[in-house]
């Protein structure tokens, strides 16, 4: 498993959490053949083909912020080149009588067109808030794209639409006009496994639902029955964040339990505080730079869920301390 490179996080695209609709196959008198496929090979070639009596369209091919190509065309097929290195997300984007329809489209370095895959949660009955894991395995024989973001996942109750999400990963509100940075895609090779680690959305009422996985070129589901809010004293719980490795390196990602005590319910979401020790035993702040998906969820007493911090790769070496709890060192490698 490894993090796809080439899309740095504080440029990736902003994106809307909860369901994507399938862009429309025909608009105001045009028809639209879209990409069957989702991923493609970089450097790989595009086409999408309209057709109208009367009507134009103008489409482009945009990644980076910028346009690939562009053409208007009233009948015909449009192609385009995608980035030629690298990880990418790309937008094929038409303009039909004013309005923009788009369809994103990924680059990988391996070979996607098929292959399968399994997911599966610790539990499948939880309450709102409540940390869940979904495990994604590759099973072959191609490579997929798995979301890092837990906000990226579609909650649906059975027979209805999907969710809108905020960017805390929650249902979101009326009022609530955020738009989110996420983070890249995890790319798996046959055979690898990643673990999206977030919560029950808080505001889901009391309901059996299908979470969807977009996960090119595979779409993954998982049923996920949710009972209310839980119970908890009205005490705070009584936290720690607990590291198996006592040394590790600049750049390193850093796995970590967080454990709620009790008695009382814990708040945790994808942050973390890093501090380090100074030569007359004091700590002092340090300040983490890039973006960090904002979400939250609840522990409830005796509960744990795992984390993972991510170290600045010019961090000096040292004595840290994490969440303000566990001491560790960072060393050179």
């Known amino acids: ?23 429309p196959k025909q608009v105001a008198g045009v028809e639209i053949t879209w990409p069957s496929e989702r991923v493609f090979k970089p450097g790989g070639t595009v086409k999408v083909h309209v057709r109208s009596q009367v009507r134009r369209s103008r489409l482009a091919l945009i990644a980076g912020g910028r346009a690939l190509a562009r053409r208007t065309l009233r009948s015909g097929t449009f192609r385009a080149t995608l980035p030629a290195a690298g990880h990418h997300r790309a937008q094929l984007r038409i303009v039909v009588a004013g309005r923009a329809y788009t369809s ?48 990226l996942l579609g909650w649906g109750a059975n027979g209805g639409a999907q969710l809108q999400l905020n960017c805390d990963g929650n249902v979101r509100g009326f009022d609530d ?26 505001g889901l009422r009391d309901d059996s639902y299908r979470v969807r ?5 595979l779409t993954l589901t998982r049923q996920v029955q949710v009972d209310g809010l839980p119970q908890c004293p009205s005490t705070p719980g009584r936290t720690e964040s ?90 050179l490698p």
Not at 177 to 202: D, K, M, N, Y
Not at 213 to 217: F, H, L
Not at 280 to 290: A, I, K, N, Q, S
């Open 1 to 23: 498993m490894r993090w796809v490179a080439g899309l740095p996080v504080a440029a990736a695209l902003a994106f809307s959490p909860g369901a994507q609709a399938a862009p």
């Open 104 to 151: 994103t489209l990924h680059t990988s370095g391996c070979e996607t067109s098929r292959t399968k895959a399994s997911v599966a949660t610790t539990t499948d009955r939880l309450h709102n808030g409540a940390p869940i894991e979904f495990e994604i395995t590759n099973r072959g024989p191609g490579c997929m794209l798995v979301p890092a973001s837990p906000a």
């Open 177 to 202: 006009g955020r738009t989110c940075t996420p983070p890249p895609p995890v790319e798996l090779a046959p055979g690898e496994r990643h673990t999206i680690v977030g919560h029950v959305p808080f």
């Open 213 to 217: 996985i977009v996960a090119p070129p």
């Open 242 to 331: 607990r590291i198996a490795a006592a040394s590790v390196h600049p750049g390193d990602q850093v796995p970590y339990a967080f454990v709620n005590y009790g008695p009382g319910c814990a708040f945790f979401g994808a942050g973390f505080s890093l501090e380090q020790r100074q030569p007359d035993g004091t700590f002092t702040r340090v300040e983490l730079h890039g973006s960090v998906p904002a979400w939250g969820g609840v522990l409830e007493p005796g509960q744990a869920t795992s984390r993972t911090a991510w170290l600045p790769a010019d961090i000096a070496p040292g004595t840290y301390r994490l969440n303000g709890t566990t001491l560790f060192d960072v060393t």
